[in-house]
């Protein structure tokens, strides 16, 4: 039985009927209904004669195919037959209306690619990355930025609508970049969602059976650098003399040993070696190396660092901070961003290239580093001591110089100026 309607917003009628137990939509161009109904006749009758021949071409083909003597021949004519029938089958998607080709091309494409029961829901795939053996083992906080990126893309894929991993084409793939460079994210930010994704599908390959991985050739964005400068000497100044709470202790390790801001907030106190005035951190950035790097104590940063330690008996030296880092990292920054700018220091300039929804951060937590580096050069310490301080390594450096000893870093350090810091009775 046919039934002859116009579709939403559509001008003219559209004639549903079955063929084989199954639904086939056919835009009859007709805006009367009488010559709708009409077409409908011969379109009905057009689609039957066509598919029953198909049919019956592919059947006989396949017939031969497997009753031939001759293997080349079998294996050209089922090649025949599957050509033909796809062909077929696109001729008749372009028929479609818009809404239900979409939806009978993923049907299609999903049970094509998918000779066997393997599948996987979008719904899961997050948990079916983390339990994977195939990925790496990345930190808590960066899973945590990984989910952050996932739970953007999957609920914009729950729009589109998308079930199924495998589901996921290389045009779908190209529709999601497309949002995201709608959204004006910084090219950085840009590449970290396709690189982890398209990485996320690589993990998932068996597992959701994908037959490719549909991120695969996607461009990346050129960088447009966000490098940080060094704080101004009175800067500097200003910062140390009004930080109070943990931020005064965690301005003082980054300005006196050149960590991250990573590797301060997760500091803990079993690093320090107090009768040998040293700590020994493994960056976060370079752990997988699984390189130490030793930085003794300026005289400064040890008296602060001693003023803490009485407070509690916590594994962290700043228990309360690492919580909140765990949670959301940006948090962290954009305390520390605010103090910055409610010392009268412009933390920002604006993306010259104009692709991009925030602007460009100049002053961080990571200028201290910066100035770290700035002001040991300043000193005159040399370069060598400088680099294993910072954890920096340089083939090219390592050829030229021996590895910095103890005395000559403890030398490096002890040659840094004595910075003013608040009264440790400041808090926030």
């Known amino acids: 039985m046919a039934t002859i309607r116009k579709l939403k917003g559509g001008r003219t009628y559209t004639v549903r009927f079955q063929y084989k137990g199954k639904d086939v939509w056919r835009n009859t161009g007709e805006r009367r209904k009488e010559l709708a109904e009409k077409k409908a006749k011969e379109i009905i009758a057009q689609h039957k004669g066509e598919a029953d021949a198909q049919n019956a071409l592919a059947d006989a083909i396949i017939l031969f195919a497997k009753n031939s003597n001759d293997e080349e021949a079998g294996n050209a004519a089922l090649h025949s037959s599957i050509d033909a029938l796809r062909d077929g089958l696109n001729d008749l998607l372009k028929h479609l209306p818009d ?81 995201l460079m709608k959204a004006k994210y910084a090219p950085g930010t840009y590449n970290s969602h396709l ?60 300005l006196y040993s050149g960590l991250r801001l990573k590797d301060v907030v997760h500091l803990r106190w079993d690093c320090f070696d107090w009768n040998q005035k040293m700590f020994r951190v493994m960056p976060a950035k370079t752990a997988r190396k699984r390189k130490v790097i030793t930085i003794p104590l300026h005289p400064v940063l040890e008296a602060m660092l001693l003023e803490l330690r009485g407070r509690g008996d916590d594994a962290y030296v700043f228990p309360e901070i690492v919580k909140s880092y765990q949670r959301d990292p940006s948090s962290v920054s954009r305390v520390i961003q605010n103090f910055f700018k409610a010392c009268g220091i412009q933390t920002n300039e604006e993306s010259t290239t104009g692709n991009r929804l925030k602007a460009i951060t100049r002053v961080g937590f990571h200028s201290l580093r910066h100035s770290f580096v700035s002001l040991c050069a300043a000193n005159r310490v040399p370069q060598v001591a400088v680099m294993e301080l910072v954890g920096h390594g340089s083939p090219a450096m390592t050829a030229l110089y021996s590895h910095a000893g103890d005395e000559q870093k403890v030398r490096a350090i002890a040659v840094l100026p004595e910075i003013s810091f608040g009264e440790e009775n400041h808090e926030e």
């Not at 991985?213 to 050129?222: A, F, H, I, M, S």
């Open 99 to 179: 809404a239900e080709r979409e939806r009978k091309r993923k049907e299609v494409t999903r049970d094509l690619s998918h000779c066997s029961a393997e599948r996987l829901k979008l719904n899961d795939a997050w948990q079916a990355w983390r339990d994977s053996p195939r990925k790496r083992n990345p930190s808590d906080s960066t899973i945590n930025g990984y989910h952050t990126q996932w739970t953007r893309f999957a609920k914009w894929a729950a729009a589109v609508p998308i079930t199924f991993v495998h589901e996921v084409t290389p045009a779908i793939a190209e529709d999601y970049a497309s949002d």
């Open 195 to 254: 690189t982890f994704i398209r990485s996320l599908f690589n993990v998932l390959t068996r597992r959701a059976g994908l037959p490719m991985n549909p991120w695969d050739g996607l461009p990346l964005k050129e960088l447009e650098r966000e490098s940080h400068r060094e704080f101004l000497p009175d800067e500097l100044k200003k910062i140390c003399k009004n930080a109070t709470g943990d931020l005064r202790y965690m301005i003082a390790v980054g």
